[in-house]
């Protein structure tokens, strides 16, 4: 989520829709964004400020100098943290939001950009909190994640539920390594608040156990997540499969179509996805990165094979430069807004509005191939 870092002018968090009026209510789900504070500006759930001055009683603030930064995300939803840390946690203009419910996770995937920690309760209360300032609105689509959402049981459900219910026209996808449906009654309890709509992506690195459970460095995780797909499909379950591609698995491209296709023939889609570059696969680069130049043979072979076997794909987080051509028209901008960026070497280029660029977050460990298409 894109984040500004203040100084604090207050003790509690606040979570409230980003608003420069004092014309709006209620004043309780707004958080004020104003050079000066005073009496006339009681009642907001949270301040934005110049001034280290907030209206008596208040105890949500945070102090910007530059309020321009943030005067662009008027209408946006933050969280305003007791440190002064604010994070936008819902724009209404981004391709992708998302409720973020948990920072634990049952896996360490060696490559994972958001390293697990112990749960903190105030995701749940946030991610209620956006929905509670959302009911009623045109959301296209919601995106569930953590950590491991599935953990959280009966809370999981509870906020898949609202979302479900409160916004049945969304296309709702839960980010998830599929451990947790290997229990055939949790996965019975989901798919039956999933709906038409809903669509779990379980992450799935490997088509064999043995590497698939040394990627994510937890022993039988293959075999769990492996029960679960089927435990989801005989619930009619709407499943995306997601491949992370680093330099553990990249070997496995050339005969992962037919491994899925005989395999896994009920999953919806399939998604090869490349390396976000910080976390844990910035700590493990030695291990996991490799240059997509330096596979684009097995994913094309991917790609030939997953034609043919009739799967439906799509190459998310590679840059259109740096895969053959024949992979362009399954490659998605598939980078969330607050993040993606593009290299100095991008200017110029006649399918930039088409191609993804690159992770703002994985600082100078991008490709070596990155370079303008002319023609």
């Not at 949270?46 to 930064?69: C, N, T, V």
């Not at 995106?143 to 959402?149: H, K, M, R, V, Y």
């Not at 619930?235 to 330099?247: A, G, H, K, P, Y």
């Amino acid at each position: 989520m894109k984040s500004f870092s203040c100084a604090s002018l207050g003790r509690k968090a606040a979570v409230g829709i980003l608003t420069t009026s004092q014309d709006v209510r209620p004043r309780g789900n707004f958080v004020l964004v104003k050079d000066s504070t005073g009496i006339l500006d009681l009642g907001f759930c949270g301040y934005i400020s110049s001034s280290r001055k907030l209206p008596p009683f208040s105890r949500a603030g945070a102090l910007l100098e530059d309020l321009s930064q943030i005067e662009p995300h008027v209408g946006d939803i933050a969280h305003v943290a007791p440190d002064g840390m604010v994070n936008l946690v819902w724009e209404k203009r981004a391709n992708h939001n998302a409720l973020f419910l948990t920072e634990a996770c049952n896996a360490r995937c060696l490559m994972c950009p958001q390293p697990p920690k112990k749960h903190s309760p105030a995701h749940l209360e946030t991610a209620n909190r956006v929905l509670d300032l959302i009911k009623g609105e045109e959301v296209p689509a919601i995106c569930i994640t953590g950590g491991e959402p599935t953990l959280l049981g009966k809370d999981f459900i509870r906020i898949l539920r609202r979302c479900t219910s409160e916004h049945p026209e969304a296309q709702i996808d839960i980010l998830t390594n599929g451990q947790t449906f290997s229990d055939f009654d949790f996965a019975k309890s989901v798919a039956e608040v999933c709906g038409q709509r809903a669509r779990l992506c379980i992450s799935l690195h490997a088509d064999c156990d043995e590497l698939h459970d040394a990627i994510v460095q937890t022993k039988g995780a293959f075999r769990k997540t492996h029960h679960g797909l089927f435990n989801l499909a005989r619930l009619q379950c709407n499943i995306e499969l997601r491949f992370v591609v680093s330099r553990l698995n990249y070997t496995r491209l050339p005969y992962l179509a037919d491994s899925m296709f005989r395999t896994y023939p009920f999953v919806s889609h399939v998604a090869i996805m490349g390396l976000e570059m910080t976390g844990y696969a910035k700590d493990n680069q030695q291990d996991v990165w490799i240059d997509p130049l330096d596979y684009h043979h097995e994913l094309s072979r991917f790609v030939s094979e997953a034609r043919r076997r009739g799967l439906n794909f799509s190459l998310y987080n590679h840059q259109l430069c740096v895969i053959d051509q024949c992979a362009w028209p399954i490659a998605r901008r598939s980078i969330s807004d607050w993040k993606q960026d593009y290299s100095p070497e991008c200017v110029g280029c006649t399918k930039i509005d088409q191609c993804c660029g690159v992770f703002s977050t994985s600082g100078d460990r991008i490709s070596r191939g990155i370079a303008p298409i002319t023609q």
